[in-house]
């Protein structure tokens, strides 16, 4: 809104405001706005999660050391959201279609999540809502998303059904689905990611560090794909992401803007969720955070490199896969309990040193994803 205000008619009375026509001002303005709404609004989201005795229900299988967490504020993610929305629609282009795919299937799955929340809290029930009609309404949300974004020219045919290879030539070496393929994937990319972030949701800022690190991961990678600036090499005018060998998107730089709105609703949060813990993110937060992520992977054609960003959430998921499947082929267990990180909780780590030493793995391999752009 402020965008359209600012570059709208009042730009043409007074000069600078042209400013916010650039991507790269509204980034920065999107990022503070969210992260000063949070400093502003947390406190008394919290307060009133705790005057209606939101607390969480802890697992009775878990960690005993998670016993003292019970009655800690959840649905904090709501905050996030809140956060990110505010932010998106004073900053962002709202004629930008790219913006709103994002953000719908981000607010579809938050309220998923809050519906799941909703039933643990008013029925103190760890379960929530059924898993199967979850998992189905997720994947109605994604394959949506995905049926939009294959029957709209959104994207280019050249680019619509391509799949990135990293540390490969998107053009010569991209690997190309068939129409009915790539959504099934696509929609896979979306509930997986959103799932695994929930799954890496059961420390004290666990979830939300390795989601900065992501929205700032793929806030270059939508600035360098979509950014119409060109660039003369051996007498051509090219685009900055066909120089680097990646998908060149029009208009899916604006998602930069919303990456950066959700880095700082995520840093915002982190003040409240940071160990120990005032609030919990719940379901609302951790879906929400994840579908945005797998959707900002599929919009950016960077499918495949959210296995190397997102490659926490991907360590915490297999985990879980692989206990399970080994219980039920094996009737032995690989971890001492999944997902990895109670693993080590029960291994005696403190949890501090979980957190830190989780996040620093995802900035390795956040670092690692940026660093595909060059190697190619």
Known sequence: MLFHLFYGALSEKIGFLRIFRYTSTRIIAAAITALILSFIVGPWFIEKLKSRQIGETIREDGPQTHKKKAGTPTMGGSLILFCLMVSTLLWC?????FVWL????TVAFGAIGFADDYAKVAKKNKKGISGKLRLFLEFAIAGGAMAYLFYSDLMGPDVRLRLQLPFTNFYE???ELP????????AFVVVGTANAVNLTDGLDGLAIGPSIMNAGTFLILAYIAGVPTTLAVKGQEISIAQYLHVAHIGGVDELAVFCAALFGAGVGFLWYNTYPAQVFMGDVGAL???????MLAVLTKNELVLLIVGGLFV?????VIIQVGSFKTRGKRVFRMAPIHHHYELKGWEEPKIIVRFWLISLVLALIAIGTLKLR
């Not at 994002?102 to 299937?105: F, I, N």
């Not at 929400?288 to 797998?294: P, R, V």
Request: charged share 10%.
């Open 93 to 97: 282009d709202l004629t930008n279609r």
């Open 102 to 105: 994002a953000l719908s299937v």
């Open 173 to 175: 070496s991209g690997l």
């Open 179 to 186: 129409a009915w393929a790539y959504c099934t994937f696509g």
């Open 288 to 294: 929400s955070l994840g579908g945005s992520i797998g």
């Open 315 to 319: 360590i915490e998921a297999l985990s």
